[in-house]
């Protein structure tokens, strides 16, 4: 296994900024069709299983690496440009990201400018990584998130869970169309852009939400993230989130997001092995 390891894994380092990287287990060419990507360096609780999987069953495992931290920054002397890594996959949304973690950097500066060619050049960079943009390549990302939300009248922390996507649903958000709300602990759950999908994790009883098609054509919906893009492209995409503690609060839910994980890998192998039957 150590030697298997060593053998299919990588470091990328990115040219522009060598501090960050990209750990490339596996590889993206070919067949399975399926490109694992942790993007927070931070929600790492399920990464060793899935490099073990993907050593196993083929695809590839991106993981992007800085200092170990949420947010990625750019060095451009002598500022530090903060932004969220899932949020650089689209031109506006790397816009907003910029704007919204640096409100004092101006937006006709040299440094905001550095700041959109350097995540314009690492989206390039993970997405090719991933085995680049063809609609049959599937995307899942690996996520962790706090305990319960902020005003939960619980103490809960952050802004993922299922009731609090279930009440976005009611009031209207538009990004989202549909939300199963199960039996589950409320911050494991599967965000996807595939109503099929959707529909059968439902039907075995997870918690799941559906991205809302309309984030595509509505420009105000376009924030950048993985789920946007590969809507975008056609491509399909399965975010798998589960709990875990932070600063001692909650708790890792690495047996869940394990069974949550095999639960996608045998949906996929399946599509897949249909895939070539049917060729
Ligand atoms: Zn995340």
């Known amino acids: 296994m150590n030697f298997l390891f060593l053998l299919l894994s990588q470091v990328i380092i990115f040219p522009s900024q060598p501090n960050i990287k990209l750990k490339v287990v596996g590889q993206a060419a070919g067949n399975p069709n399926w490109a694992f990507f942790a993007p927070h360096e931070n929600e790492n609780v399920v990464n060793d299983y899935v ?3 993907i050593i196993e069953r083929g695809g590839v495992f991106v993981i992007l690496r800085q200092d170990g931290k949420r947010l990625l920054r750019f060095d451009i002397d002598p500022f530090e440009v903060k932004l969220d890594p899932n949020r650089i996959f689209t031109k506006q949304g790397r816009r907003n990201n910029i704007i919204k973690h640096n409100p004092k950097l101006r937006t006709n500066t040299y440094v905001f400018h550095r700041a959109m060619r350097l995540s314009a050049a690492l989206s390039e960079l993970i997405i090719s990584h991933l085995g680049g943009t063809d609609p049959s390549r599937q995307w899942v ?33 538009s990004s989202i169309i549909a939300v199963s709300k199960q039996h589950r602990d409320e911050d494991n759950l599967f965000f996807v852009t595939e109503f099929q999908d959707f529909n059968a994790l439902k039907q075995n009883g997870w918690n799941a939400v559906l991205q809302h098609p309309q984030v595509v054509t509505d420009p105000s919906e376009d924030d950048g993230s993985l789920s946007v893009y590969a809507q975008k492209l056609g491509i399909r995409y399965i975010n798998i989130e589960a709990e875990r503690s932070t600063n001692n609060f909650g708790e890792n839910h690495l047996i869940e997001q394990k069974q949550m994980l095999d639960f996608i890998l045998k949906r996929l192998y399946s599509n897949n092995t249909h895939i070539n039957l049917s060729d």
């Open 141 to 173: 990302a690996i996520h962790n998130n706090t305990q319960g939300y902020l005003g939960d009248n619980k103490q809960g922390i952050g802004n993922v869970s299922i009731t609090q996507y279930q009440q976005k649903l009611a009031n209207g958000d």
């Open 51 to 53: 490099t073990q999987q």
